[in-house]
C-alpha cells in the first residue's frame, strides 16, 4: 500500500474499492443478522436425525430459515398448532406454518414478529423426538409454557424440546 501512495490516481482508485467491498461486507452482515438458519439433517442410515440448532433465541422481526442439509432424507418443519392437527404450541396471535416435505437442498422460511415461544416438529421424525423451539424476543424462565398438552407429545418429542432457561443463556441449543 505505501509504495503506492506517490500516485495519487492509483490510490484513488484502490480507495474506491475498498469502500465497494465494505459496503458489501456490512450488508452481508446486516443480512445474516436478520436471517438465521436451523438446518434439517442426521445420520446417512437415517437412524438419528435433527434440527440445529435445537433452540435459538431470536429477535422479533427475524427470519428463519430452514434448510434440508440431509444428503438422502426428506424433512419438514411443522408449527405445533390445530390446523396441522396437533395441540397449540405457539403464541395464540401468532401465524402457523407448515414447510411440507423438503427435499435435501430445499429450504423454507418464517418471519417471526410476535413474541413467546414456539415448538415445532418434523413430520415423518417428530416420534423420533426431531423436534425444534424457538423463543421470539422473551420468555419466563420460571413457568413452562404449554404444559397443559405436553401429555400429547409423543416422549421424545417432549425429551427433546430445551428449558427456556437454558436457551435465554445459551441463545442457541446444539
Ligand atoms: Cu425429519
Redesign the pocket.
Known amino acids: 500500500m505505501m509504495a503506492f501512495a506517490h500516485d495519487p490516481r492509483r490510490r484513488q482508485i484502490l480507495s474506491a474499492g475498498g469502500g465497494l467491498l465494505l459496503s458489501a461486507v456490512l450488508l452481508r452482515t446486516a443480512r445474516a443478522a436478520d436471517e438465521v438458519e436451523i438446518a434439517?439433517s442426521?445420520t446417512a442410515n437415517g437412524s438419528e436425525?435433527w434440527f440445529r440448532p435445537r433452540a435459538i433465541l431470536i429477535q422479533p422481526g427475524q427470519t428463519v430459515r430452514w434448510v434440508n442439509r440431509d444428503k438422502g432424507?426428506?424433512?419438514?418443519t411443522t408449527a405445533y398448532h390445530p390446523d396441522n392437527g396437533k395441540p397449540l404450541r405457539i403464541p395464540a396471535q401468532a401465524k402457523s406454518w407448515n414447510s411440507d416435505y423438503l427435499m435435501p437442498g430445499e429450504s423454507f422460511a418464517m418471519t417471526f414478529d410476535v413474541p413467546g415461544v414456539y415448538d415445532y416438529y418434523?413430520?415423518?421424525?417428530e416420534h423420533?423426538g426431531?423436534v425444534g423451539r424457538l423463543i421470539v424476543g422473551t420468555a419466563d424462565a420460571a413457568s413452562p409454557p404449554y404444559a397443559d398438552t405436553d401429555a400429547q407429545l409423543p416422549p421424545a418429542a417432549l425429551n427433546a424440546l430445551p428449558a427456556i432457561g437454558d436457551i435465554l443463556r445459551q441463545k442457541a441449543v446444539p
Open positions: 434439517l442426521g436425525v432424507n426428506v424433512h419438514t418434523c413430520i415423518p421424525h423420533a426431531m
